[in-house]
């Protein structure tokens, strides 16, 4: 089943309990803070009817038609099907979020794993739950990073309480009990439901902290703490003006959500106190999820550089080789972003025994470092050919009044042919890219630094290279590595 | 004569013609947009009394007590002394606007320089400003920065009109009009007088635009549209739980001033046209401006530095050696700035023909050029440290609800010990710190960091370091230079 | 036409005109510091033989068994065939000179574009030569960098005289006479042959400099001035265990090709004043080279993880984060630039009006750029691990030293259960990867830092760029883009 | 007492066990190899006899004169002075190594030290071994690095034998006996004596690694085992004409000095057992020799610019503004590590209780840090400028054959007016600083960077930075720090 846009817009005055700024809000399809994120998540559901796009999004198996993302992925092609939707999506000025689709391919994995390895049945569970994706076609959000609290330590050993991570306080027949709280969950108001991972790997004594399931948002129990957003005004001629990024699909998205012991039923749990397989599930939500993060990032570089062309140009400074230096640059970052996902996504990751794949999590995490290590640096080279007018750039309302704005239009012209209120545009869209302290989100968003360079040691075939090392010092152990067992000693032999 | 704080506020409501967020502002002290910038310069004149700080800020000279910034610097000593006084200020909470003060430093060197080489009298002109400064106390500004129009034009080969810089447009035996615009200038609103300087080097063709003077913000024709802020709300209890530092000393700073077609009375005219000392004074008011920058980033990269320390506190990280690493890089960026800007200080630039002294334009470039550069990875390091928290922290309203309180003390807690308002405190600081687009303005402010390079090219000795080459070369060429000269040729000689 | 190794070697003695270290060398295969380069050389023709490998280096056509290379890329495949090719002789320790294949391909496209263009029938040298190589299987490398002189004026106009680039002194009905010198010219001593390219695009007053050619190395006129080798004895055991890899396959390679009025006949001159193709040539040339490039770095990249990877746990520190850390940059540095070459060659440019491909410019650019960028970071971190023993580690002859070597076996034991000779032999790898300069020729080969940037600028979409961001601000000029022409104005609509 | 050149020359024929290239030199005197050290060493003995240096190299005191360096530092005077004597005598062209004095100083201070808290009575040995470098005027070096072993563990828990850090294996009433091996000790084979210090902190069960003693380099059961040289011809034509750096002061110089139970008489015993104060010992020797270090560093940079303007003159590229950015980088790191050195000199660390001064840590190992971490850096840079032609330059040979040199002449000429060979040598140069590996040998001399880091997080003042922020925040805990305590609650006052 398709839903449409109306049906998923009115589907969110759910009686949800949820804070915005110290207020509570009884119906957020109401709230101007929230048209952004809820308006673009409901063109995703417009595009199911492009007759374009209609295929990328969607999918008809047995005569139901379903959203794409409701599948597991088994081949490259899925990958890459995937990550061209999500692509289309942003690129159309819609949003479709990773975090929910990308937990559901996780559990997908892990679900399959533990059935295999321990005999449980999680797959069932699972199953179930797609179907119920099929039949009622929800938005949905994943839920990963927890509170945390004292981070040097582990969630059984926390000190001032034991909730710094979601856990199992209670079980029966019917289901489970949760508590804790999750941090930093993007899409939350704009979404149904929401399937809830653990963000590390345990040990045994974590093992109620090992759980997995899936929720409605407006559960009883359930919580939202929204994060005030730097734009709260969405959609005005006003605010498209001032932020011409932000002040169309941006507000509120961020949330806490507090799980005020929440009852959740078996077919709705994807596992529970198997805490061997919580770093698989958050590894493997990690690697899908950045998949989708540098989908963002391929979209929003192309943004900066196109920004920062423009104001090249606007700025008469195009023909400068220090600023074809920068802006090559600019270019170089996003096409790298791109062409390094998609590598990941056309060379994959077989899980051959269930079946299953997923994007490379060493091409994949290399995506997301670079985005995420050189984020500043993008920054820093926007505002450098920006400019200083970049921080002290006029708004809407400077922009409409009489008096300014001969001045603004005489003094803050560029270029000859150039319209003022062009440059003016352009210079309020480099604001938006980079001055509300996006960066330092950037580098925290769908993991942190750390997380990536952990995966991509992990990901490494230090065997290979050792192999290669040792073939050329004549050590042993390099006589059965695949990538040089076929080879002679180092080097073939003396011709001469 | 020392001004009350009290006899300054009152001054500001003059008459100026000031916009703001598209509206005409009437009386400035009134508006609470302007409050954080106007106390924050308060301050400095309640400092004039403090028994600790009195002889620091001011100077007594024949009976007459005034600000010692309003005395030429002559000798280490005195640049010190400057610097100090900055710093004091910054780091009790109050402001002292650098751009006045270094301009006129600026003016009183490339009056003497002009007057010695053409014969002028502009230093009669300066000396008397400075007795009118001595006499009134007023505050002061320095603007610069021209709107420029066509980055890639001179001025009088500009494209759309010919106002993209400052330029005489008429002059008669009292005085000059001048028409243009400076864009960026700091402190305006509180300010009562500026002084306008060229920011570039020019030719013949330019030579309108080569002109110095001094006005008060309110002379007739003078328009002021002032920047938006990031925070118009300033001193309220929400604006400094929300905001620990902008939500006081911030608010409305950085303005366009238009001139449209100002008299300037000749004894306030330092240039008319002597189009070769542009570039000195340009030059010598960004190497004055640069001091007064580093002090401010000093305050700031130990502000940095502070709430990041707090944060790996609170976090339960602090003992890890990836932690202390990022700590050790940010005090080490700190002390660096310090250390190469009081360098500079203590070995300045001396001018012996006219017994002045500035900065030394290498270290004082040195310093700028380093914190500008490396602004946006003190940004990275915080929030790398801080964690993805600084980013959807929430604010005063959220934590003044009682609803929401118990959830955000019990799930934001950190380390056992440390209540969860500091944390989240400390978190707000950091969000201050980093989430408003200050990088961008960080690598524009007092001078690019293009500026910087060139400055610092200048400033090398390149026939120290080819002489240098040279003797180990035993290519002729060394034998004169000061710091080989007195060396053999290399080495000394073969001794086995 | 295949040559057997013991043919190779015999041809190269062929009365080539050479010298090294100031000596004329009579026969280079008698010549022990030309023994690496020439016997890995040798190795690619031992390679044909290979049943692995025979039908990656050779391909049969009409009965007739030829090396791969000699045929023109037209497909994605077989430019990942010319990869796979390339870093299997390479991997092997063999060596297969891509400056020659990779002129030819150049050579290939640009001659198809002047005959479509000018209707010239260069096609037919190219063809011709093609031909020659297929029955007599030499050797070949290219020659492109000139030797330049005053790099701030162009080929004609430069001072001291007119043969810093090599040029066309003289025609007449059989072919033209070439003056000038070549530099950097790796693998000469080792080939039979060479094209020669352009290395600039030119103006018509160059139009003499607009020359492409081959011939063969001892044609009469060329003089071959060898570069000095780091390491002169080849493939002795104390060569050997010194520099596993330079004591191999290392020794003279780079040559300075002097033309002394070389003659050379109009079926081997496939440009001769066409300057507006000499851009062509040149780029066409540097995309081929670049993937070659890349691929002589995804191997020495492995083998620089292999070691720092070796060494890490030889020293006992493979357990530390920030060894991992340093580890984790190594593969990932590595990875990328095998990724992104492939990720070029799977997604080339095909140039469709003739059929042709070539490597993605901007891929291979980016592969290219980041290799060389990131050299210096590669070494530094090799070294970091390592540690200072790398600098100082002792030799063969100390090792063989029966006095000696109680001490050193017992000192500079690191972890238990290694030989000391296992982790002696580690530090000499590193050594050898980074202790000769390496990192600057790194910078240049193929092509500097600066020619990356350009070509990257050059194959950016700056329209597609400009586009995106011109949809955004509503601003015209986005409507037929290929990317944004099918989106509907952004964002799409407002739903709520 | 000073001896004569002649005289130190001769005392290095001491019967000394030395090992080069896995041959017993009997002689260093008539060893090439040696020339280098020695020479540059004997000259600094000439240099007591120069008019302009005689009283910065030596001292006099009650009608004796010595060696400035025997005395101990008190003052910042002491430790500018000592700074300018090392400067001097290395832009000379002579070598004082600064191992040994920057051992004896932190000897100095660490022996007050434990006198002060242990009651001990090693101020008296350090004192009578200073009256013997005052009577006898032996060149001397300090010994710091052992070879380690398995570097996770602690010296007394190594595996495969307990000395791979020096330790005490016996002592009587006359001395101890000593075993293990040192390494990378720079200017052994140019030393009498030397003084050695353990490398790291102890624990109690370390405690017979905590040994500080002096002892000839001749001594019984010494053997030297020195490093080979990258060039070991030196001071002949053609050495200094290939490297004009290293082809005169270079040559052999590293050493691993191995104790085959080596006696030690108590007066040279300077710490024995004390474990707690190793750490004070080896951070001392740390922060006096990386000052020596930045000496250093500051010729070596300023060499580099030299190398890289002359090179950016004679190419014909000095003009440009890429270029003069690159030179300008140059030229600042050069000024940077000469600035914040010198800072660290003029503004001290002070000892008050013993009387004693150390040069600053935080800034000695600010400027230490900055130049090992941006060494690679600066090789990429000299050559990115100097181009390919610095890795494939002719040497001595090439150039003085007739054959050769009119092609050389004729081709590597560069802009006009500029001699060939003035090219060639200013090329020769560059390869010499930066085509050896000294990149990864100098982010390692004088402590590796993780040590930096280590030693600027422990100089930092990390209160202070705390209390900044606790003020700002409102958090108790500042009222009490030096640099906020006179301040008020933060901002001080509204004042409107």
């Known amino acids: 089943m398709l839903r449409t846009a109306k049906q998923y817009v009115e589907s969110l005055n759910d009686g949800r309990v949820i804070y915005l700024n110290g207020e509570k809000i009884p119906d957020i399809t109401k709230h101007k803070a929230f048209r952004g994120s809820i308006n673009a998540r409901a063109l995703s559901y417009e595009l199911y009817n492009h007759p374009k796009f209609r295929d990328l999004l969607t999918i008809e198996e047995k005569g139901d038609r379903f959203l794409f993302l409701w599948n597991q992925p088994k081949t490259a092609e899925d990958l ?71 981070r040097g330590l582990r969630p059984s050993a926390q000190e001032q309480h034991k909730d710094f991570y979601v856990r199992v306080v209670d079980k029966n027949k019917d289901g489970i009990i949760v508590r804790g709280a999750k941090i930093h969950i993007s899409a939350t108001p704009s979404c149904n439901e929401l399937i809830v991972s653990p963000c590390r790997a345990h040990r045994e004594e974590d093992k109620d902290y090992a759980v997995v399931f899936a929720t409605p948002v407006n559960a009883k129990g359930i919580k939202l703490l929204t994060s005030p957003a730097r734009i709260e005004e969405i959609g005005s001629e006003e ?43 958050a590894w493997l939500f990690g690697v899908f999820h950045r998949l989708f993060g540098t989908c963002h990032r391929v979209i929003a570089t192309e943004e900066a550089a196109g920004a920062a062309a423009l104001l ?37 990751d077989f899980f051959e025994d269930i079946g299953l794949a997923a994007p490379s999590l060493m091409f994949t995490n290399i995506a997301k470092y670079i985005f995420a290590n050189d984020q500043h640096e993008t920054s820093k080279l926007v505002a450098d050919i920006g400019g200083g007018i970049v921080t002290t750039v006029y708004n809407y309302r400077d922009w409409m009044n009489p008096e300014e704005r001969p001045y603004i239009e005489k003094y803050l012209a560029g270029k000859g042919g150039i319209p003022t209120e062009h440059r003016l545009r352009a210079i309020r869209m480099a604001k938006d890219l980079i001055g509300h302290g996006h960066d330092g989100a950037t580098i925290h968003t769908e993991g942190s630094l750390a997380a990536q360079k952990m ?7 230090w065997e290979k290279y050792k192999a290669i090392a040792k073939r050329i010092l004549n050590i042993p152990g390099w006589e059965k590595h695949p990538v040089t067992k076929d080879l002679p000693p180092y080097p073939a032999k003396w011709i001469i």
């Not at 990024?245 to 005020?260: A, K, P, T, W, Y």
């Not at 090249?312 to 791109?338: C, F, T, V």
């Not at 995966?455 to 075939?461: C, E, L, P, S, V």
Request: net charge negative.
């Open 80 to 150: 890459v099907h995937r990550r061209n939707l999500y692509i289309t999506c942003m690129r159309w000025g819609a949003a479709m979020s990773g975090m929910g689709p990308d937990a559901l391919a996780a559990s997908g994995v892990t679900a399959a794993r533990m059935d295999k390895a321990l005999g449980t049945h999680y797959t069932e569970a699972v199953e179930d739950y797609r179907k119920h994706l099929r039949q009622t076609d929800p938005a949905i959000t994943g839920a990963i990073t927890d509170v945390k609290g004292n």
């Open 239 to 281: 605010a498209e003006w001032d932020w011409p990024l932000g002040g169309r699909g941006g507000g509120v998205s961020e949330c806490m959500i507090v799980f005020d012991d929440v009852f959740v039923p078996w077919n709705r749990v994807f596992m529970c106190g198997e805490w061997q397989y919580s770093r698989d599930q």
């Open 312 to 348: 090249a140009e606007y700025n008469g400074l195009d023909r400068y080789p220090h600023i074809q230096e920068k802006l090559a640059w600019l270019a170089m970052h996003s096409q790298l972003i791109d062409a390094m996902a998609q590598y990941g996504c056309e060379h994959p």
């Open 455 to 461: 995966a991509m040691y992990a990901a490494a075939d």
